[in-house]
């Protein structure tokens, strides 16, 4: 891990600043007090706030923004202009779509009922987790407060309510559970004693015994 961007200009001339350790686009915003391991590339005009923690190998894509203190495992790809608020855990090989979002406030108000503008202190941080492998699909919006399991599929567009099992395939809106899938990415035809074949690479999955 390194404690400071490998490029100190934010908004310089797009011309590409690779380190040895880790790449920042010269148009992302990496704040210094952001860890940002080894391998990671964050790319066109990304922002990287304050706290926020990425683990070795991560791929930030263009207009992507990750929020103060969201912490992201190693190997994890965020593709353009998703939005990762605080309150926010990835864990190691999450994959999250376009566009995708993960809110952090349940009952969002600009004001308090008196008609003040809300502070920082006067909302509560909903916390979401993003396990070991899963994927987000483009568009979707993940509402604070659950948490996605190991390998689990997320379809593009689809809004999230709810936990979502490990291997679990999601979707719409609400999303509702469809079926699993394999760590591979393709579905898996669970058989009557409840495991998961796929027919892609071969694998067996024991569905419900993967715990976090
Ligand atoms: C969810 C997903 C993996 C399903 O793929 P699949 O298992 O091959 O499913 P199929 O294409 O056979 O579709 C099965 C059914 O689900 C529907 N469906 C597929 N994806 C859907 C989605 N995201 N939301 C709602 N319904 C969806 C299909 O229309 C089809 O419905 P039907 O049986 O009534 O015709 C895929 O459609 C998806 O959304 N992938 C994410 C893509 C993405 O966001 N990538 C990001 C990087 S660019
Ligand atoms: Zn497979």
Redesign the pocket.
């Known amino acids: 891990m390194q404690s400071r961007p490998s490029n100190g200009q934010t908004n310089a001339p797009a011309a590409a600043a690779p380190t040895n350790d880790f790449f920042v686009h010269p148009t992302a915003e990496v704040a210094p007090e952001a860890r940002i391991g080894r391998g990671v590339r964050i790319w066109n005009r990304a922002q990287v706030r304050e706290g926020a923690v990425l683990g070795e190998g991560c791929i930030v894509g263009k207009d992507a923004y990750i929020d103060t203190d969201v912490h992201i495992g190693a190997n994890v790809k965020i593709?353009n202009s998703a939005l990762i608020y605080h309150g926010a855990t990835l864990e190691d090989g999450v994959f999250i779509?376009?566009q995708a979002c993960l809110t952090n406030d349940l009952r969002p108000r600009a004001i308090n009922p008196d008609g003040t503008l809300k502070g920082a202190s006067d909302w509560e941080v909903g916390e979401t987790v993003v396990r070991y492998g899963a994927s987000i699909?483009?568009g979707a919006i993940i509402v604070t407060g659950v948490e996605i399991g190991r390998f689990a599929?997320v379809?593009?567009?689809?809004v999230v309510t709810r936990d979502v099992p490990a291997h679990g395939?999601v979707?719409?809106v609400p999303a509702r559970l469809?079926g699993y899938v394999c760590a591979c990415g393709a579905?898996l035809e669970v058989d009557a004693q409840g495991v998961g074949h796929c027919s892609r690479c071969g694998s067996t999955v024991e569905i419900g015994a993967e715990t976090k």
Not at 155 to 158: I, L, N, R
């Open positions: 593709q779509g376009p699909g483009a599929m379809g593009a567009g689809a395939l979707l719409g469809v579905r």
